[in-house]
């Protein structure tokens, strides 16, 4: 049984701490760790009381965990991740690695030092049933290359806090890691782009929404992506894939279509928690069971790497208007496959 620490309790640490007590096979949460002991305390009475620690150092040195999930927000994912790497253990972060991409390097760096794969990032999509149909179709070559790939990434709100930026390092960032991985086997992006059309009325003040995004991948696919976080009818999530031979979309939630009242009608999710609640379960799992064998699944830090440093050009294209080049380097021979 793999014993867990987790760092963070906040909403998804919460979501995750359950997931783990509750559904996931051969693992168990054994401490909850946050800076606010309150919410420390409210995880740990959920899972039917564990640990309770404030200090995310000392949850990682505790020799009854042997495995760590950070839940915090991005901006305080670094010191835990290196801390779990130094202690040789695994670690599971949710999305984004951190918030930049100095940051990443120095994770990538410490677990390359470290000799071992250690660290999974929580791009939830990669274990999205529709994703991954939608992948397999595009590998099976039936309907030729990919060409264009319209998306849509649209929320039914957000909060003050949301900024600019953020509808590319919290939003866009879920196609920056899932598109390439959609695509084929060593795809990377080439270059990226930001549009502003008309803003919606609905939007708060010194919020840029909606954005256009358009991403050209090394080997010519263009994407265009619609991050559009104020559209008021719900969290929808779509992906057309443009090939030579034919058009793959992927599906949506599954929901009942009524008729009533002189209409067809099908609901759309709420949010994203709902709309990839499935993807969590079959992610956190596989996590658990590439722990027990030692490696480690979905996307990499390394992965996690490419995707900071490619939000960091897409930023900049918001700033500057123009196209922006997103350079890695290439990938460390530890991380290929
Ligand atoms: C949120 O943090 C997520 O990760 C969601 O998947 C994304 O759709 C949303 O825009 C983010 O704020």
Redesign the pocket.
Known sequence: MLRVGIVGCGMIGKEHAKRIQYKIQGAEVVAVCDVFEAGAKAASDLIGGVKVYTDADALVADPDVDAVVVTTPGNFHKAPILAAIKAGKPVFTE?PLTTTAADCKEIVDAEIASGKHLVQVGFMRRYDRGYNQVREMIQSGEFGKPMILKCT?R?ES?DDK?TTE?AVT??AI?EIDVLPWLIGDGEEWDEVQCIFPRQTKNAHEGLADPQVMIMKTKSGVVVILEVN?NCGFG?D?NCEVVCEDGVINLPCPSFPTTRKNFEVATAIEKN?ILR?IDSYDVELQDWVDCVAKGTTGGSSAWDGYVAALTADALVAAQKSGKIEKVVTGGTPDFYKK
């Open positions: 999305k990434h929320a957000v949301y953020m919290d939003t879920h976080v969290y999530i994203w990839f």
